[in-house]
């Protein structure tokens, strides 16, 4: 499997990943093709997933700037169209309190806002995609927080108050009867804390609507054209130009975006190089559940689900009455095909549900999420100089992208556009660079058995 961390390209025009979602999804829907012709842009996004495709969107509906998506395999080939399909208002893997303390109320009030602008805009843009909407198999409202141990109900019970009392968030409070009567009656489950404005959907269908959306709107979004070698020249005394390097044709950009995250090559740039930690999260889709199963489960929600492990288990039941359950993958791409990892989540998942224990899983793959250093994603513009700063990423979502990089997306279309972002951390600085680069695996392995000690003994 494609390894950012090792690879200087994730291929040209190849097809997807044999998941569940290229499955259910039916056709993908036209695109503009291969570049195949040298062109001059004012705009290029290089990458086709969430982030890419909302900036292109909201350059051309609120800016009136017509951009150029380079996407190297196919729209949403990346983790946008491999992930679970949750629609959280999520901030990455930084707590709300630890941003309290760090940079004050407002700040963390004003991020906050954003995360929900994020869930907001991922509603607006499903809404107005056609009469019907986006047709992305969108499920009832419901977000549970399960507590993995006793003693971890407690502090979900805790953090329940702090976000009402910081927010007025409407969460609620079940115990472990409660859960497992109203719910699910899920082993593993010691209570839980219940948001009301989660959801789940069909994540490659929503990446569809979305290029549908572009596309409409004018953009151009061409498919099979990885950059293969990217350049900066001076193009008179102030300006620098953008020359894209694709199989069949040269881009010349006045301004590039940088939307390829978790997927982002080897040595792509020097202004993302050792800022972010590809890390591969497993997903396994069951056979559909019988009556009888779903009964014995007393498996009555299809709100999406999420434990308070160090290395978290993730699930949903789908549409069609299958389950979806994932988990963290291997640390490799070499290893990430290894039946091992899915084998593995399909036997936590029967120790939740001991109804289960024959049931089988028909689909499993894998996907790259973005870790940062500082557990926060970061929309930045480059700015070696006023006129040289034509080069900008968003990037970092820390496996909690799905909602938030549509949000990134429109910020990004404001940098390129030169309007001002709001001032936050999340917009006014550059992803930090990990020390020590090289050994990142080595920490990641270290972190994943910190994880799995804590979660089985502490």
Sequence with gaps: MYDPLHDKTPGCGEVYPNSYWADVSGEAP????????DIDVDVAI??????GLSCALHLAKEHGIKAHVLE?????WGCSGRNAGFILKSSGRKPYSTMQKQWGEEVMRDIYDEMCAGVDTVKELISQASDLGIDCQQQAAGYIKVAHKPKMLNELIALAKLQQKMFGYDVEILSQSELRQQYMDDRNAYGAIRYQDGFGLN??????GYQQLARNAGVKIHTASPVLNWQEEKNGTKNVQQTLHTPKGIVKAKKVVIATNGYTPK????LVTNRTLPVLSQIIVTEPLTDEQIAACNFLTSNVVMDTRALKYYYRKLPDNRLLFGGR????GKSADDPYY????LAVLKTSFPALTKIKYQYAWSGWICMALDDLPHIYQSHETNEQSNVF???GYCGSGVSFSVQAGKRLAEKVAGINSPNLPLYQKALPKFPLAPLRRVGQWGYFHYGKIKDEYF
Excluded: E, V
């Design 30 to 37: 036209q695109d503009d093709g291969i570049i195949n012709q």
């Design 46 to 51: 290089i990458g086709a997933g969430y982030t």
């Design 72 to 76: 190297a395999n196919k729209t949403a």
């Design 203 to 208: 994540p490659l269908k929503l990446a569809w």
């Design 267 to 270: 040595g792509f740039h020097s």
């Design 329 to 332: 993958g291997a640390i490799t």
């Design 342 to 345: 899915a084998k593995r989540l």
């Design 393 to 395: 990423y968003s990037m």
